[in-house]
């Protein structure tokens, strides 16, 4: 496990703060202790420091995963965040849009949220800021990229798309071989 480096640092902290803004530095200085990033294999975990001093101790080759896998760095050197970071998310998020029951399923099979499909969502929401995705019931869904901002939704018909989809909890059930290699 290694300390990201600047421009991976970058990355990283510009995609959190599409969701969360600058509640990256609550989500660094938590509470009851310090938290950092670390890199394992190309991807980014969110650890706190205490487990992170106790994981020194083990071997790289025998450390698998430590803390919440936040996202992964792509071949070509991008950053994804993963569904792994959703509680951290929707702890912070800036903005929000709650889905309709009729839709919930939908979002959770990989598809966007249409106009018909949202429920409610967080005013002054700009066009493509990232948004969580939550159901009526406040239970996180997933995130993704809010395609209209808040004001242009009203003058929208039904069928546009409102979310664009990036991640979901269904995730866990169609991609659980590919999750973590």
């Not at 450390?63 to 929707?90: A, N, R, W």
């Not at 849009?97 to 002054?124: A, H, Q």
């Not at 239970?139 to 242009?152: D, K, N």
Request: proline content about 3%; charged content about 25%; glycine content about 8%.
């Amino acid at each position: 496990m290694r300390p990201l480096t600047e421009e991976e640092t970058k990355q990283v902290f510009e995609k959190l703060a599409k969701y969360i803004g600058r509640s990256i530095e609550m989500m660094i200085n938590g509470a009851d202790e310090l938290y950092c990033f670390r890199v394992l294999k190309n991807r980014v975990f969110y650890i706190s420091e205490s487990n992170m001093r106790l994981a020194s101790n083990i071997g790289r080759d025998n450390l698998v995963s430590l803390g919440t896998c936040v996202g992964k760095f792509t071949k070509s050197g991008k950053f994804h965040l993963t569904i792994h970071c959703l509680d951290y998310l929707s702890q912070y998020a800036k903005h929000k849009v709650w889905v309709k029951p009729s839709s919930e399923m939908t979002f959770l099979y990989g598809n966007n949220i249409p106009k018909s499909g949202v429920g409610r969502m967080t005013d002054d929401t700009p066009q493509y800021a990232g948004v969580v995705i939550y159901n009526m019931s406040d239970v996180p869904l997933g995130f993704g990229v809010a395609a209209q901002s808040t004001a242009h939704v009203k003058e929208l018909d039904p069928t546009a798309n409102v979310v664009l989809h990036q991640c979901d909890v269904g995730e866990y059930l169609r991609f659980e071989d590919e999750m973590f290699n």
